[in-house]
Structure formats: C-alpha cells, structure tokens
C-alpha cells in the first residue's frame, strides 16, 4: 500500500509526501510477506488468483501480493 501511495504522491507531484513514504517503505522493507497474501480476499478463487499472478504489478510482485492495485488516470479532476 505504501507503494500505490508513493506513486499516487509521484502522480500528485507532491514530492514531499513521496520522500515520507519512501522513508516508510524502507522502515517496513524487512516485514515483506514470505507467502502470497490477497489483501483480506481468502475467498478468491484459484482461477482469480492465477489471473493476478499474471496481472499484477512488479510492486505487487515484490510485495507478494495478489493485487492488480495501482494509481491509473487523471487525478487533477
């Protein structure tokens, strides 16, 4: 989450708010999951869960989560 949020900030041009949530990541860099995680979906089934693990991003990837979670659009609206 704090990835998406990072980027989300690099979208905004906010590059205070970018340099506080680069600090976090590397604060939590060591919790990284060691097992695939759904973000609280363990209901998914496992044609979903096949399906994210080709969407997903690289930061989803890293993270080991299955997401297809991202900033996408315009956000100055």
């Given at each position: 989450?704090?990835?998406?949020?990072?980027?989300?900030?690099?979208?905004?041009?906010?590059?205070?708010?970018?340099?506080?949530?680069?600090?976090?990541?590397?604060?939590?860099?060591?919790?990284?999951?060691?097992?695939?995680?759904?973000?609280?979906?363990?209901?998914?089934?496992?044609?979903?869960?096949?399906?994210?693990?080709?969407?997903?991003?690289a930061?989803?990837?890293h993270?080991?989560?299955?997401?297809?979670?991202?900033?996408?659009?315009?956000?100055?609206?």
């Amino acid at each position: 989450m704090v990835d998406v949020a990072q980027d989300l900030a690099k979208k905004l041009h906010d590059p205070w708010q970018g340099k506080l949530l680069e600090a976090a990541k590397v604060g939590i860099e060591r919790s990284r999951l060691a097992g695939e995680d759904t973000l609280c979906d363990e209901g998914m089934s496992e044609k979903e869960r096949k399906k994210l693990r080709q969407k997903r991003t690289a930061k989803a990837r890293h993270w080991n989560l299955l997401t297809d979670m991202e900033v996408t659009g315009d956000l100055r609206s």
